[in-house]
Every structure is written in C-alpha cells, then in structure tokens.
C-alpha cells in the first residue's frame, strides 16, 4: 500500500528507526520502520503494510519511503517556515518562493546558489540552502547507494557510517564498506564489481587479505597466519570466479599500515599489539617480589577449615604470595578452590589492609567465585570499569590499587581481555591466574592460559582428586574424558545417566523431554549442544524445547526465532551500555513496547531492533556455556556432529554439569568423542614472545 501525507508527530525515534503519527487526506495512522532524520511537518510517501501489533494495534510497517520535494507554492512555503531553517518564518518562505516560484526547493537542491539573486536574505542565505540540502541529502545519498546495488537498509547504514559523501566515497574505494557493522567483504565485493571496480585493484587485493585476517582472528581464534597459508586462502577468494590476482599482488598488499609481517607469519597489526602488549606486561609483573615462608599461616588456615593442604596446594599458596604472576591450574575437584580460599587467608595475614580483588570472565563464575570463597568477586569487566565505549577506566595511567588479584577461569579469557587486565595492574601486585588448559579455548581471539603456561612463569598444577569430588560420577568421568578413558557409570547412582539412542530424532525426543520434565520442576537445568545448526543444533532444540515448555503467550517474533514471557535468553555479544555481556543468561519478563530481561535481578529493556542481541537458552552451545555451572546438564552426542566430537567439548560439556548429568545418544559418538584428542590449533604469537623475552 501506498501513501502520501505529512509527519503529524514523532512518538519514538532512535538512528535508525522511527515511529511516528502519520497524516494523509483519509485517516491518520502509526507508522514505524528504518527511517532517519524526518521531522513533523514534512511531506513523506510511505510503501509498506499495515500489521496489528498486540499492544499497539494497527500500525504500518514501513518498507520504503521518500521526502517528497514540495512542487506547489503552499507546499514550498510550509516546508521552508516549518522551522526546518531558524528564523526563516512564512514570510521570507513566501520571498523565496515569489522569487523562485512553486519548485522553490528543488531549484535551491540543484544550485544553492539561487538564493543570493534574492534581495534581503542576506546571510541567512547559505544557512537555507545547507538546511535544505541536509533535509534531502540522506534521501539522496541513500538514493544513489541504492542504485550501486545494495538495499535500503544497508544504504541507510553506510549513509550513517560516512554521513552525506558516503556515495562519494563508495565510488572511490567500495571496500570501504568493510568498515560499516556487518558489511563484510563479500558484499562490498559485490559492490565493487557492480560498479565496475578491476578485479585485480589494489583496494580490493589489500581487502581481501584483511579478510581473511579477520576471519581467522574471529572465527578461529588465529592471531596470525603463515604466509603460505594466508597466500592460498585469500588468492582462493579473490579467484573465486576468475583467475586475476596474483601472487605477487597479493605479497605486495601486505605493506598495507593495518597488516604487521614478522617472523611466523602475518597479523592483523593491532592483534600483534595486543599479544606484545600481554608479553610486555607479563614481562612487567613477573618475578619473585619476596621470600615469605607461608607455612605458620598455612598452618591457621587448616585449622580453621578443618584441612589438611596437600603438598601441591601448598606450594601454590607459597607461589602466589611470593610471585608478582603465577598461575593455578587443574581439572575439576582437584582443589583450586580450597587453594584459592587459602591464597586469600594467608594473604591477608601476611598483608593486612591490602585490597585483594577476585574476579572472573562471565557473571556466573563470579558469582560462583564469590559462593565458595566467601568474598566478593566480580566480571573482569566491572573489575575494570569498561565503558559504554569498551573502554576500560583502569589502565596503564590508572591502575587498579590492590595487593593481589585472582582471576578464575582463565581459559576463557581472549588476548584483548588478557591485555585489558594486565595494563591495569600496577608493579608489585600479586596476580594469580586460575585455570584449567583442557577447556575449550577462549570464545575470542589467542590462547592465553595455554601460552601462558609454556613460558617459565611460575605454576602449579594440582591433578589429585579429592575424595569428596571423587564420589561425584560427573568430575571422574570429566577426568576419564580428559586421558582418553572411556566412561564409567554405575547405573544405581543419580548423578550421571546415559540414555541409549541412535538417530537424531529418537535422541533430539529425549533431550526435550528430560529438559521438559526437569525444568517444569523448577530445576537450574541446561542443554548443551556441540553445533547450532541441524536436528541436535541449539536453534531446533531450543525450539523443541521451547513448545514443550513453554507454547503460548504474549510473543514477539525477530528473524525466524519466536520469544515470549517466560523464556530463558542469553546474550550474544557484549553490550556496554546494557552492561549485560556474551553468555549471560536471562528470562523475558515482559513484552510491550520493549521486551524486558531479567538478569539476576536486573530488569534490561530490548528495542525491537536490539532483539538480535538474544537468543533463546533452553539450549546453548557448549562453547557458550564455558565458565558456568548448571544443576543439570543435558548433552546430545550422535555421530551425526562427529566432526565435532571432540574430547575437549565433552570435557567442557561434561564438567559444566554441578548435581545430574544426562548424556543422550550413541556409544559410538561417545567413544569418538573421548578418542578424538586433536583439538584445532590456534596459531599465536605469545607463546614465542614470552620465551623470547625470558630467554
Ligand atoms: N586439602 C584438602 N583436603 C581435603 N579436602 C579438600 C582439600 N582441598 C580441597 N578439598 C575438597 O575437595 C573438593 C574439591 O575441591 P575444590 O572445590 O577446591 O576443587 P576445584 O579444583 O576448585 O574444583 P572445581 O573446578 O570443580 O570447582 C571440595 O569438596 C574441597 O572441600
């Protein structure tokens, strides 16, 4: 449907996305879609189709739209004493238009110049002719983007990214789009070609490879790539369809400022900044800062706690005491825990009135954290007060002020956290790093604890299992996995159960009606999968499972997910502003004009457009759910994601689970899974820099 009428008001208006009171000859309406910088008063034409919203009953969904360019006199001189330019009132509008007659502002668009032949304008000439050509620039410039190829949507996006050049500067480099969220290579690629841009530029050659560096950094973790490893993937993309980049092109725009050579391969400049940025900080830190003899306070520890350290925790104590960085690690039920406890005692002991700081990667393993030692701890990113911007307040220039510093789950953390901590803390602060290297790696970029621990900082592995996590099936088996062994259930326990299943269907059944079952129980219980796609994928489980508990009910769709009060939803991605992060986990509390979350207590409101930051959690991936504990965790292994059966996702799987276990499939995927020790190696340069630095 179309119509032209004029913006009666503004109700709600974000960049980006407005909804407005719409006025045409018939009715008035709610309209609301992508639209930017369009005032009440002007004249639009809107396309698009009328939907009943829950809440807010009929209301257009805009689909395109256009500021119309007023051609009649009445319309002109509205349009110019609209307030659009201050001070201009009906009557200088009505000077304008007898002078340049009823296509007033059209004619202004094409030469502002017009408006200096007018007597009496003085200098409020160019200020008229910039308002007018601010009011139809966006329409322009996205108009011409438009014609480049791409769709309105993404043309209002680069028109917000590059502002009223963006056309401009599209003509001249289109891999410049590679700069706009979510305008990847491929489309400004596509771009490029429609506009007619050689195969074979230097723009697009340089593009390709940062590409591939990012794509490597993001997706896989790499913080580098081997020359000839980078060489084949980028001439790959850039052949795809024809044979017109060579080489040695290709090795020539590597002398790009954004790209860093060195001796192991190729980077993305500031990731290996950011990886010399760990080395030099560790470098700073490292290094024994005195030679206390912990063992008198050691001895008050155990007494208080009614224990016994065991001579590996003992010698932790004394290395974090001493050491201005070590490092913590072990499987489950080792007693990281208790030594952590024991770190924090003594300490306060031996340095009374020094601040200690104990923090984690996610908002869960704080809380944990917090739970068994008894003290407060926090996310890293509270630790060091990062900003709506992602910058963190404590750094370099003003580091964090105390005495020691625990960070657990240390896995988790990628080299640009990594670097966040490290630069915010000052010489002569204890930092212990708390960790277990046979988790899967950190979601992000690097591998910090596995680098970390192959240079000569001071560790300590703790490996004995204590006889109370012994009872557990769930952390025996979390170590079977981790040495290749095969499972061990005894079938009388409650704490670990195997469902037999062989395909999908029989397996993907089960899955939702454990998960069905438990949580309509009101149990803490989590599935887990390896994948998101296909019959055992987070999406299709996650929508099993969201029928069978929760089918009906005030909803809202976004993309081809359904939520609806009630539902569990994680966050994707790390929002300042929200201050919710990636993995944490919530519950749609309402859904009005804005869908509102609960995360441990607080209460965050989603726009619609901000509904691409969630998804729903009845079953999230093993990836995500590092760093947390789940009373229950259910997990489907069937062959049919045997190229991800790995042992580290099962161990990472497995030991995420705190009272009850259920594995559902086939012996076979399990067996794999244990068998299958060759996890991806991420290529990184820290390792080298921290033994160079030592050496
Ligand atoms: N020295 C000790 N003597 C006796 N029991 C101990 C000792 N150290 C730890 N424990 C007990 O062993 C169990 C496991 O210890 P802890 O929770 O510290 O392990 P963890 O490595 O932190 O495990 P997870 O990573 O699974 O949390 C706990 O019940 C703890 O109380």
Not at 568 to 585: A, S
Not at 669 to 676: E, G, I, R, Y
Request: with cysteine; net charge positive.
């Amino acid at each position: 449907m179309e119509y032209i009428g004029t913006v009666a008001k503004c109700i709600y208006s974000v960049p980006g996305f407005t909804v407005f009171r719409f006025r045409t000859s018939q009715e008035e309406f709610t309209a609301l879609g992508r639209l930017d910088g369009i005032r009440e008063g002007e004249k639009l034409y809107l396309r698009g189709t009328f939907e009943n919203h829950p809440e807010f009953g009929r209301q257009l969904k805009i689909e395109s739209w256009e500021k119309i360019i007023p051609t009649d006199r009445d319309e002109a001189v509205e349009l110019l004493s609209s307030g659009i330019v201050k001070g201009v009132g009906p009557a200088t509008a009505r000077k304008i238009v007898d002078a340049l007659g009823p296509g007033a502002v059209e004619k202004i668009l094409e030469n502002p110049d017009v408006l200096n032949s007018i007597k009496g304008l003085g200098k409020k000439a160019p200020k008229i002719a910039r308002s007018i050509m601010e009011t139809y620039s966006a329409q322009r410039a996205v108009k011409e983007l438009v014609s480049f190829g791409m769709t309105v949507n993404a043309a209002q996006k680069i028109y917000r990214a590059f502002g009223r050049q963006a056309p401009e500067l599209v003509k001249l480099n289109p891999y410049c789009l590679t700069e706009v969220d979510g305008m990847g290579f491929l489309k400004a690629d596509e771009i490029a070609q429609k506009i007619g841009v050689k195969r074979d530029s230097r723009f697009r050659v340089e593009a390709g490879v940062l590409f591939i560096l990012n794509e490597a950094l993001w997706k896989e973790g790499h913080t580098y790539l081997p020359v000839e490893k980078l060489l084949e993937k980028t001439l790959a993309l850039l052949n795809k369809e024809y044979d017109c980049v060579t080489r040695e092109q290709v090795l020539e725009a590597l002398n790009h400022s954004d790209i860093k050579a060195h001796t192991r391969g190729i980077s993305l400049a500031w990731a290996y900044r950011c990886e010399k940025d760990i080395a030099e900080n560790i470098g700073r830190l490292r290094g024994k800062l005195s030679a206390i003899d912990p063992e008198p306070v050691i001895a008050c520890f155990e007494k208080a706690h009614g224990i016994t350290l065991t001579p590996g925790q003992r010698e932790a104590v004394k290395m974090a005491v001493n050491s201005g960085l070590s490092i913590l690690t072990g499987g489950p039920g080792v007693g990281k825990t208790a030594t952590v406890r024991a770190v924090v005692h003594v300490f306060e002991k031996l340095f009374p009135g020094k601040e200690i700081r104990l923090a984690a990667p996610t908002g869960r393993a704080a809380r944990r954290m917090a739970e068994v030692t008894g003290k407060q701890a926090c996310t890293v990113h509270r630790l060091l007060g990062i900003d709506r911007s992602g910058k963190p307040a404590f750094n370099r220039n003003n580091p964090l002020d105390c005495g020691l510093l625990i960070i657990d789950e240390t896995s988790m953390m990628d080299c640009f956290l990594a670097r966040n901590v490290l630069n915010a803390v000052k010489k002569g602060t204890r930092v212990l790093f708390v960790g277990d290297p046979d988790q899967l790696p950190s979601v992000g970029p690097g591998s910090v604890l596995k680098d970390i621990l192959s240079s000569s900082v001071p560790k300590v592995t703790l490996t004995e299992v204590f006889r109370q996590a012994a009872e557990s099936q769930i952390i025996t088996n979390a170590h079977r996995i981790n040495r290749g062994l095969p499972l061990l259930i005894d079938r009388s326990r409650t704490d670990l159960f195997f469902i037999e299943k062989d395909e999908p269907e029989e397996i993907a059944r089960s899955v939702v009606t454990w998960a069905a079952g438990l949580s309509r129980k009101g149990e803490d219980v989590q599935v887990l999968s390896p994948k998101k796609d296909g019959f055992l994928g987070t999406w299709e489980l996650n929508r099993l499972i969201q029928e069978a508990v929760n089918p009906a009910g005030r909803e809202i769709k976004y993309g081809n997910q359904t939520f609806r009060v009630g539902d569990r939803v994680i966050q994707t991605r790390n929002n300042y502003e929200k201050y919710v992060f990636n993995g944490d986990i919530g519950v749609i509390k309402r859904i009005g004009s804005k869908v509102e979350v609960q995360f441990n207590g607080d209460v965050v409101p989603y726009s619609y457009d901000e509904l691409w930051e969630l998804e729903l959690a009845y079953c999230i991936s093993v990836h995500r759910s590092q760093g947390s504990e789940f009373g229950t965790v259910i997990v489907p292994v069937s062959t049919s994601h045997y190229f991800m059966l790995a042992r580290n996702l099962l161990y990472t799987a497995v030991s995420r689970a705190k009272k009850r276990l259920v594995l559902v499939g086939s012996k076979k995927a399990l067996a794999m899974a244990v068998k299958n020790d060759s996890p991806v190696k991420r290529y990184t340069m820290l390792g080298e820099f921290l033994n160079f630095s030592s050496a």
